[in-house]
């Protein structure tokens, strides 16, 4: 009776054959494995930092929209021109009121001369 294991042994002068073109097969799969999972760790890397880069907007924006309304961040130059405006009309008002003003007691004098 013959050993079924003992046909086969593995020593330093076993040899293994390949064909070539399943040896080019398989290093062109290796290769597209290796290209495949460098272009997915790669994109997951910039979605990484497109999610940081969003983060820090919003946080800017939410600073910028508290901070705006309230006047911490300055003004527009088409504020500051209003406000120049605004002054100017201020000083014409007053000027206007005081020559109504004028106005009301001459005629009220006037009415007075009258009687």
Request: cysteine-free; overall charge negative; proline content about 2%.
């Amino acid at each position: 009776m013959t050993d079924k294991g003992a046909g086969f042994e593995l020593n330093q002068d076993t040899s293994m054959g390949i064909n070539i073109k399943w040896l080019i097969q398989i290093i062109i799969v290796a290769a597209m494995v290796v290209w495949g999972y460098f272009g997915v760790t790669s994109r997951i890397s910039q979605l990484e930092i497109d999610v940081l880069r969003m983060k820090d907007s919003v946080e800017l924006n939410s600073e910028f929209r508290i901070k705006w309304p309230l006047g911490q961040l300055g003004a527009l130059p088409d504020d500051a021109e209003q406000n120049m405006r605004l002054g100017f009309i201020e000083k014409d008002m007053v000027k206007i009121e005081a020559h109504v003003d004028n106005l009301r007691i001459k005629n009220v004098q006037q009415e007075t001369q009258e009687k």
